[in-house]
Nanobody
């Protein structure tokens, strides 16, 4: 198993930036693809971005493409989500997740989840 802990959320004004981190422990982090999902109040959890286990392939939701960047450092057992040009509609709890299934955006394929970190973007 792998345990995931997110950090870096907070309150930011529209147009600002935040960098989320995901610290992994347990099994070898590089065994897993990882992704970020988010869930706003009253809405379903949605895919944000994913990165392959080697870090050489990424995928983004249309809503964040060009503004968010996913990355990872397997030597540090960590993943990241750099969020720029934030909008009020980006307000949500953000979760990192890990999977052995390659190149998937389906949350049902992700067996391991962090507890989430709140991101609030004010207008």
């Amino acid at each position: 198993q792998v345990q995931l802990v997110e950090s870096g959320g907070g309150l930011v004004q529209a147009g600002g930036s935040l960098r989320l981190s995901c610290a992994a422990s347990g099994r070898t982090f590089s065994d897993y693809d990882m992704a970020w999902f988010r869930q706003a109040p009253g809405k379903e959890r949605e895919f944000v971005a994913a990165i392959s286990w080697r870090g050489d392939d990424t995928n983004y939701a249309a809503a964040v493409k060009g503004r968010f960047t996913i990355s990872r450092d397997n030597a540090k057992n960590s993943g990241y989500l750099q969020m720029n040009s934030l909008k009020p509609e980006d307000t949500a709890v953000y979760y990192c997740a890990a999977t052995i299934v390659e190149e998937t955006t389906d949350p049902a394929h992700y067996a391991y989840w962090g507890q989430g970190t709140q991101v609030t973007v004010s207008s």
